[in-house]
């Protein structure tokens, strides 16, 4: 029977993952498929080529691009050290001297006999994979990563800044419906912050002070999160703001509390390591920030049920006004198509929600929470 595509995200006590580690460049990988991993071992490491700085010395020393071997004092693939000579030329009166200096440390990369240009290029920038999530290695792809298993209670958020980090869940907040304030923030050095509502501007600084690594809260409100980046986010994934701590939010903007599930599941887990990430996608390949308890043997641990679609009974959200947020069951999945207030018509179903009521809703505007 065919069905229509429904967004949906997880929020699950029980999942069973593979998450990829790759390099950006080829490299080496330093664990074998079997090794155990925790989440912040090494598990591949490369070099990132250094910034290249080109010097006209032609221009400078006025010569002609033939001459140039003449009057360089080092070679292709030589150290060199900032402000250390590595050209001059030779006049009968030594004043007339010109000598040009090296800018940076690094090595030569090249010399140029056409374009009568060198380029130094600075030293090599180590970059270093880790495993993220605490697992089993799974599959090793020479040169490039490694793939790690692992399993645990697993909640996708809606949106998210910073990149990945682990930390100690620690949950500052006593409901879904209570907001984070600076003054809940005490002893935070190296711990995940789980607040139930708002998450706002004092709260992030008084978070990033106390030394927290990551806040995960219902909802934030675009100027704070504004005020926290400096700048107007895009619609390009997220992830990689350096703004000493990441933050997820797992409803959306506005004044939205944090799901009763999703706060129960975190909840559960306080005092437990997770791993955050909160790199978000929201055009093709989508990408949604995650938090993770993993587990060193995630078959021990469970693993989720197939999914079953848009089934009577299937947890979802609203993801479009007026039901923005809110959270419910389907009820019934009428086949014939309605009209809603734009005039067309589209195909609905019933949902009762979480305080009873119950409603028609175009099926565009909910997602599934996968369970």
């Known amino acids: 029977m065919p069905q229509a595509y429904t967004p949906g995200l997880r929020v699950t006590?029980?999942?069973?993952?593979?998450?990829?580690?790759?390099?950006?460049?080829?490299?080496?990988?330093?664990?074998?498929?079997?090794?155990?991993?925790?989440?912040?071992?090494?598990?591949?490491?490369?070099?990132?080529?250094?910034k290249v700085t080109a010097i006209n010395l032609v221009n400078r020393l006025s010569i002609t691009a033939e001459e140039l071997p003449d009057y360089v004092l080092k070679q292709v693939g030589d150290p060199i050290e900032a402000g250390e000579a590595i050209a001059e030329t030779r006049p009968w009166?030594?004043?007339?001297?010109?000598?040009?200096?090296?800018?940076?440390?690094?090595?030569?990369?090249?010399?140029?006999?056409v374009t009568g240009q060198i380029l130094l290029r600075e030293p090599p920038r180590p970059v270093v994979v880790n495993a993220f999530v605490d697992g089993t290695v799974v599959a090793v792809r020479e040169g490039q990563g490694v793939?790690?298993?692992?399993?645990?209670?697993?909640?996708?958020?809606?949106?998210?800044v910073g990149g990945e980090t682990r930390g100690i869940l620690k949950r500052v907040s006593s409901g879904p419906d209570e907001d984070l304030s600076a003054d809940q923030i005490e002893q935070a050095e190296g711990c995940v912050l789980l607040c139930g509502r708002r998450i706002d501007l004092a709260a992030i600084e008084r978070a990033r002070k106390a030394g927290a690594v990551a806040i995960i809260g219902g909802c934030i409100e675009d100027e704070v999160l504004r005020a926290v980046l400096g700048y107007d986010?895009?619609?390009?994934?997220?992830?990689?703001?350096?703004?000493?701590?990441?933050?997820?939010?797992?409803?959306?903007?506005?004044?939205?509390?944090?799901?009763?599930?999703?706060?129960?599941?975190?909840?559960?887990?306080?005092?437990?390591?997770c791993?955050?990430?909160?790199?978000?996608?929201?055009?093709?390949?989508v990408q949604r920030p995650e938090v993770i308890f993993p587990t060193t043997t995630p078959h021990a641990a469970g693993s989720d049920s197939a999914s079953v679609g848009l089934t009577e009974g299937a947890p979802l959200r609203g993801i479009r006004a007026p039901y923005f947020g809110k959270i419910g069951r389907v009820v019934a999945l009428p086949s014939e198509l309605h009209q809603v207030e734009s005039g067309a018509r589209v195909r609905?179903?019933?949902?009762?929600?979480?305080?009873?009521?119950?409603?028609?809703?175009?099926?565009?505007?909910?997602?599934l929470i996968e369970s």
């Open 13 to 50: 006590r029980h999942a069973t993952l593979i998450k990829q580690r790759r390099l950006p460049l080829p490299g080496t990988v330093l664990v074998s498929v079997g090794d155990p991993v925790e989440g912040d071992r090494e598990v591949a490491r490369t070099d990132l080529p250094g």
């Open 93 to 113: 009166i030594k004043w007339f001297k010109t000598t040009i200096e090296s800018p940076i440390t690094g090595t030569i990369d090249s010399i140029s006999t």
């Open 147 to 160: 793939d790690v298993e692992t399993g645990g209670p697993y909640i996708q958020g809606i949106f998210g």
């Open 233 to 273: 986010i895009g619609v390009a994934i997220t992830g990689t703001e350096a703004i000493g701590l990441t933050v997820i939010v797992t409803e959306g903007f506005g004044t939205i509390s944090m799901a009763t599930r999703t706060f129960d599941i975190l909840s559960e887990n306080d005092g437990r390591v």
């Open 275 to 285: 791993s955050v990430s909160g790199a978000t996608q929201i055009r093709a390949g």
């Open 348 to 367: 609905v179903l019933e949902v009762e929600f979480d305080d009873g009521t119950r409603a028609l809703v175009p099926r565009a505007n909910i997602e």
